[in-house]
T-cell receptor, first 113, second 115 residues
Framework: AQSVTQLDSHVSVSEGTPVLLRCNYS??????LFWYVQHPNKGLQLLLK??????LVKGINGFEAEFKKSETSFHLTKPSAHMSDAAEYFC???????????FGSGTRLQVQP | EAQVTQNPRYLITVTGKKLTVTCSQN?????MSWYRQDPGLGLRQIYY???????DKGDVPEGYKVSRKEKRNFPLILESPSPNQTSLYFC??????????????FGPGTRLTVT
């Protein structure tokens, strides 16, 4: 069975400082992993995806994530936060052969000026 | 413009009154899906469809029905809504279940309140 745990429900950073949003996954088979972002009152948008190619994945808006199989983690990072990064972020897993996605509970990122 | 549209965007209804939330995509995607979003629970998949006339249950299908008679449309039907179905609903589509380079395309959401 597949599952995903986002370790922080809220993260607050200052503008210009690094962002780290943590995600651990559980999967019986080779997983695909995603990060989606949801801005207030908006639908979801894909930030990046991992599908068994390079373990360091670069996404949009300066975000990147590293797949670590030994730690079953897929943490999202950004070197320098911007006010526009304030949103809710979802880590998502999908096992090979499965037709459904499983979402984490979300991490709300606040960016302080 | 590539998009997924949902109607209505907001709906307040009463227990037991049948309702349908429509979803339409203009990208010729084969895969479509419905999710509900509740605070602290993330998005949970209700139903998905791999193609016309092919639908399957997601994680929380109880109390919902879907149909896929045309490729572009994937309506969500609540035959007898109950207050525990008060939620924010998203429709999504993509060429494959995992999405292409842009992932799944999500609609703007439908906020449903059942009293």
């Amino acid at each position: 069975a597949q599952s995903v745990t986002q370790l922080d429900s809220h993260v607050s950073v200052s503008e210009g400082t690094p962002v780290l949003l943590r995600c651990n996954y559980s999967s019986s088979y080779s997983p695909s992993l995603f990060w989606y972002v949801q801005h207030p009152n908006k639908g979801l948008q894909l930030l990046l995806k991992y599908t068994s190619a390079a373990t360091l994945v670069k996404g949009i808006n300066g975000f990147e994530a590293e797949f670590k199989k030994s730690e079953t983690s897929f943490h999202l990072t950004k070197p320098s936060a911007h006010m526009s990064d304030a949103a809710e972020y979802f880590c998502v897993v999908s096992e090979t052969g499965r037709r459904a996605l499983t979402f984490g509970s979300g991490t709300r990122l606040q960016v302080q000026p | 413009e590539a998009q997924v549209t949902q109607n209505p965007r907001y709906l307040i209804t009463v227990t037991g009154k049948k309702l349908t939330v429509t979803c339409s995509q203009n990208m010729n995607h084969e895969y479509m899906s419905w999710y509900r979003q509740d605070p602290g629970l993330g998005l949970r998949q209700i139903y998905y469809s791999m193609n016309v006339e092919v639908t399957d249950k997601g994680d929380v299908p109880e109390g919902y029905k879907v149909s896929r008679k045309e490729k572009r449309n994937f309506p969500l039907i609540l035959e007898s809504p109950s207050p525990n179905q008060t939620s924010l609903y998203f429709c999504a589509s993509s060429s494959t279940p995992r999405g292409s380079t842009k992932g799944q395309y999500f609609g703007p959401g439908t906020r449903l309140t059942v009293t």
